[in-house]
């Protein structure tokens, strides 16, 4: 198996092409020129390879998608982890401030068409590839958020941007069907990211308390252990999968 990871040296991306390259696949990573993917390849060894890149660029993605096929031979799995978020409020009434347009289309632009433009230029390799005997020929995951269904205070961009993601999985999956390509998304609850790893321990401690069970932050390694889950099971196709250990967030 080859994999084309987005966002790979984040935490869920980084676990996600660690399992892969334990479990015997290849895998690109795909992330921003300015962070440490280039290093996680080198130490992973010549089953990884990194392509800088920003997941918004046409040019940038079709290079990416190309080292896979130059180095492996092909493209059966892309998993969209890369994403952003802003916390703003539709208006602040205090400082008599509207959110931001220009956040607003980022984050949208970043989370929904960058998602999409992977996917439209990675089927296009997968497409290719020999189909096995039920006719698969690759999977598309993408990452959401229980944001998507349960959008908290400040979360305007970020829900709009992880629901449009949920939105289109459906769609993406009828269309590609005939290929022999899946798509499936996974919406993450509260998990152990650098932003939450910033955070008191006692904030921390508290937000690990409002899940039902396991109570505690989801661990970047159990999101891996999906991905690949969801990768070798070609009758998963056009769901969305809440990964959250059955949290619905409060307001």
């Known amino acids: 198996m080859v994999g084309l990871v987005t966002g790979g040296f984040v935490r869920s991306g980084c676990a996600t092409v660690e399992r892969l390259v334990q479990n015997g ?58 994403g952003i978020a802003v916390a703003f409020k539709t208006y602040n009434f205090k ?11 980022r984050v949208i632009n970043v989370n929904i068409a960058g998602t999409f433009n992977v996917i439209r230029l990675a089927v296009g390799e997968m497409g290719k590839n ?17 944001a998507a269904f349960d959008g908290q205070v400040g979360q305007a961009a970020y829900s709009a941007s992880k629901g449009g993601i949920v939105g289109m999985t459906l769609p993406i999956a009828r269309d590609l069907a005939p290929m022999g390509i899946r798509v499936v998304t996974i919406a993450p609850g509260l998990f152990s990211t650098p932003l939450l790893a910033g955070l008191p321990e006692k904030v921390r401690s508290f937000l690990a308390r409002q899940v039902p069970f396991p ?31 059955a949290i619905r967030m409060q307001p």
């Not at 400082?95 to 289309?105: M, T």
């Not at 020999?130 to 229980?146: F, L, M, Q």
């Not at 505690?216 to 969305?240: C, K, Q, Y």
Request: glycine share 6%; aromatic share 4%; with cysteine.
């Open 130 to 146: 020999e189909p096995d005997a039920d006719g698969h020929r690759g999977c598309i995951i993408n990452t959401a958020s229980v």
């Open 95 to 105: 400082k008599d401030l509207p959110h931001s347009l220009e956040d607003f289309q």
């Open 25 to 82: 696949a290849s895998a690109v990573i795909l992330d921003l020129p300015s962070s440490d993917g280039a290093a996680l390849a080198e130490k992973l060894g010549e089953r990884c390879a990194f392509a800088p890149a920003d997941v918004t660029s046409e040019a940038d993605v079709q290079s990416a998608v190309s080292l896979a096929r130059e180095k492996f031979g092909k493209l059966d799995l892309a998993v969209n982890c890369a």
């Open 215 to 245: 109570s505690r932050l989801g661990d970047p390694a159990e999101f891996a252990h999906l991905v690949t889950s969801l990768a070798e099971n070609p009758m998963i196709n056009g769901e969305v999968i809440r990964l959250d250990g």
